[in-house]
């Protein structure tokens, strides 16, 4: 199992994103082995208070600069850029970090955000899959001849294939990622309703067990981790009401009992296995590299 790390280019309003803090966990992660690191993606954050958010694929460029071997990723709301910008970001970010960029694209779920860009905020998902397909034509494709694209081409192209995983919780986002996903990515799934995600891709491509697949949970390494994973939870995340995202996914304990509940999600199927600790502690990510990431490894 590939094990990544999420990183906080967030923070709760009146503070500042802490770029120096950030940087230094990308450094310690990429150190200790980690295979990604991953950022969250917002145009706007907050209806009565503006929760700071960097832009990820900017940010990225930055961490790329300050890394080696560590793969980049970040969930993305394609259908909030215009797609010749997207493209050419993604090449230049992939250009510049030597082809470790990822993607999970998703279909966001803040109205406000699509309401200021002008996007139908209704047919995001249909919006999602239209941006994915143009945007593979124009990082891999030479003379682009569509919609209003007449005799486009993008240089530099990616040397090697962006992998763009696809997020959702319900059938409609599984049947995108299993049909034009290079994988799916999910958030707060227990291990059995990963397992339950699974099954459904397989219905509609029974070729998707060979995709890739990632689930992103909480985690925290020591005492009271339980009581830290749930407080983090309600302070920092939105967990759909409609959805399978549940706080119970979180890992805690001790590093024995976090290695054996990564063992359940690899059972489930899980491929890769992004760690949201718990208060984006340096000093939990430090441990988890040192007494989970290398037993397991």
């Known amino acids: 199992m590939k ?32 295979e990604s690191i991953w950022l969250w993606d917002h145009l706007l954050l907050g209806s009565k208070t503006v929760y700071p958010v960097l832009e990820p694929i900017a940010l990225i ?23 010749l910008v997207l493209s050419k970001l993604i090449s230049t970010v992939s250009y510049l970090s030597n082809d470790r960029l990822m993607l999970g694209a998703v279909a966001g779920w803040y109205k406000k955000e699509f309401d200021v860009v002008g996007v139908d905020f209704g047919n995001r998902g249909k919006t999602l899959s239209e941006r994915i397909t143009l945007v593979r034509s124009l990082l891999y494709s030479q003379d682009i001849n569509v919609k209003n694209y007449s005799h486009i081409t993008i240089e530099p192209r990616p040397s090697k294939k962006v992998p763009i995983l696809i997020g959702g919780y319900l059938e409609n986002s599984l049947k995108r990622a299993a ?16 397992k339950w995600g699974l099954g459904v891709m397989e219905k509609y491509n029974k070729n998707a067990p060979a995709l890739d697949n990632t689930d992103m949970v909480p ?26 995202c549940n706080v119970s996914s979180g890992i805690w304990g001790t590093p024995g009992e976090v290695i054996q509940k990564i063992i359940e999600y690899s059972e489930a ?23 989970v990431l290398s037993k397991i490894q």
């Open 61 to 83: 460029s930055n961490i790329a600069a300050h890394t080696d071997k560590i793969k980049l990723g970040t969930l993305y709301l394609f259908g909030l850029r215009d797609p």
């Open 269 to 291: 199927g899980v491929k890769r296995l992004v760690f949201i600790p718990a208060y984006y502690e340096k000093e939990q990510i430090e441990i988890l590299g040192q007494k």
């Open 179 to 194: 049909r034009m996903g290079d994988g799916w990515i999910s958030y707060y799934f227990k291990p059995d309703d990963f």
């Open 219 to 244: 985690v925290y390494v020591g005492d009271n981790g339980e009581e830290r994973v749930r407080k983090f939870t309600d302070e920092f995340m939105d967990l759909p009401s409609w959805s399978r």
């Open 3 to 34: 094990l990544g790390i999420a990183l906080d280019n967030f923070t709760v309003p009146g503070s500042a994103v802490n770029v120096k803090s950030l940087v230094e966990k990308a450094k310690l992660a990429d150190s200790l082995g980690f």
